[in-house]
């Protein structure tokens, strides 16, 4: 799987595709980091100015949640769970068994990054090329998407373990409220981090060639 030794002309790809590599899914995470807030506020920043866009339309919007303000996302979603188990919605064995621990162990980590579009941005955008304007939209989440991988990449390369979550529309509105944020940022994902206490779980890959063609070559 793509194991044929090659020789990359600039060291920094290499290093880039062994933290590619590296990256994985930790569940087990703890309230401590590696680094200092500065170095993972920095990270953040640099995701949201320089992933790219279409059209560099920059809708992209994100909030950064550490410790106490960290543990209030996971209030937010444990405290909706549990309304969804009060209205008969979700049965309470259930809650209590399964989504009650694992956002538990959301709420041990050390951090949340907040993954918004504001879809509303692009209002002025779609008129101007209409011819495009059903496109936009998932433009916008694809560009949300890589700043998701980027932050989720250089968090682990500094020594975080780091899961991404998806508890959207469930939080949307206390998320808004409890941040005081423009009601045009629509949450789309949440990247916990911490430091890690358990390895990842076993990963299997689909081979290669099911999944990859080079013509030219
Ligand atoms: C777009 C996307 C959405 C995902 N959503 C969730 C999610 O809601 N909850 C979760 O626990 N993991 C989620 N994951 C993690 C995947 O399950 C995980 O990345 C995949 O199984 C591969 O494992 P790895 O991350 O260890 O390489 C998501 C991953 C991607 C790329």
Redesign the pocket.
């Given at each position: 799987m793509g194991s044929t030794a090659v020789e990359f002309k600039n060291p920094a790809t290499s290093t880039l595709l062994e933290v590619v590599k590296a990256?994985?899914?930790y569940y087990g995470l703890k309230a401590e980091s590696p680094i200092s807030d500065d170095v993972i506020e920095r990270i953040v920043q640099d995701s949201v100015l320089h992933v790219p866009s279409s059209f560099n339309t920059q809708t992209s919007r994100i909030v950064l949640l550490l410790k106490e303000e960290h543990k209030k996302v996971w209030d937010i979603a444990i405290s909706a769970m549990e309304g969804l188990v009060a209205a008969g919605h979700v049965p309470k064995e259930m809650f209590e068994n399964h989504t009650k621990p694992k956002l538990d162990a959301f709420r041990a980590a050390y951090g949340t990054v907040l993954f918004f579009v504001d879809y509303e941005s692009l209002a002025p955008i779609k008129e101007k090329f209409a011819i495009y304007a059903d496109k936009f939209d998932p433009f916008a989440l694809e560009s949300n998407?890589m700043s998701q991988y980027l932050v989720w990449l250089a968090l682990e390369a500094e020594g975080f373990g780091a899961?991404?979550?998806?508890y959207s529309p469930l939080i949307d509105e206390q998320v808004t409220k409890t941040w005081n944020l423009p009601a045009s940022w629509k949450l789309d994902a949440q990247l916990v981090f911490g430091v890690p206490t358990s390895e990842?779980g076993e990963?299997t890959f689909e081979p290669l060639e099911n999944r990859f063609k080079v013509f030219g070559k």
């Open positions: 990256r994985r899914t998407a899961n991404l979550q998806h990842p990963k």
